[in-house]
């Protein structure tokens, strides 16, 4: 528990450094703007492609690992169409439970596996992620659609699926991998210097994102959406691990 404790401090102090940094004005909420973006659209794919590209996986093995990583989403999905029942939330509010309840933060998940995991394990967290994340926006983005337009058209969706970048930057790692080109020595030492400000960069954007007066606004919808996520999901996810 100290070991998790110890890895898990330096996460939260760069959460508190980012919201810090808001809050006093040090840097201005366009440059955060710019910083989100810069880390979304250009240095995750980064890290994603040089990390899948290199990595040694067994996807035979890994059979049961990506349909795990299939299977929480459409089980946090149930869960987020109970607690609407349960507390009648209304469409377009509902947009943002079902993202609270089925999405998860990259950024900390990745950082977490570094910290608290053998760099072993950093490719099946790829591989995760991989799985996850275009399954989890396909979902969102037809709950939205449903819920927030009330029509979903499939020309819109999979236009926003193929402008997703880190959605674009899994295929190509993935596509690196199985076919066996991989990268050039050059391009990836620069995709691994490019890949390594994700995490910091990501985390104090995070940070300074947190706006803590919504959460007394919507603190009902915060709780549900809290126990599902933070308490219901990891016992489901670890009871899958163990199977």
Known sequence: MLIVMMAVMPIFILLLLGYIANGSGFISLSTWAQIEKATYFVLFPCLLVQQLANAAIDWASALLLILAALFIPVVASILAFGWQRLVAVSGASFTSVYQGSIRFNTYIGLALTLAVLPKAALPLAAIVMAMMIPWINILCLIVFARYAHGQMQSKTLFKQMARNPLIVGRVVGIFLNIS???????????????????????????????????????????????VIKLVLLPLLMAGVVML
């Open 180 to 226: 066996g080109w991989g990268l050039p020595a050059v391009l990836n030492e620069v995709l691994k210097h490019l890949g390594s400000m994700t995490l910091p960069l990501g985390l104090l954007s995070v940070g300074a994102g947190l706006k803590w007066r919504s959460v007394a606004a919507h603190s009902v919808n915060v709780m549900g959406v809290s």
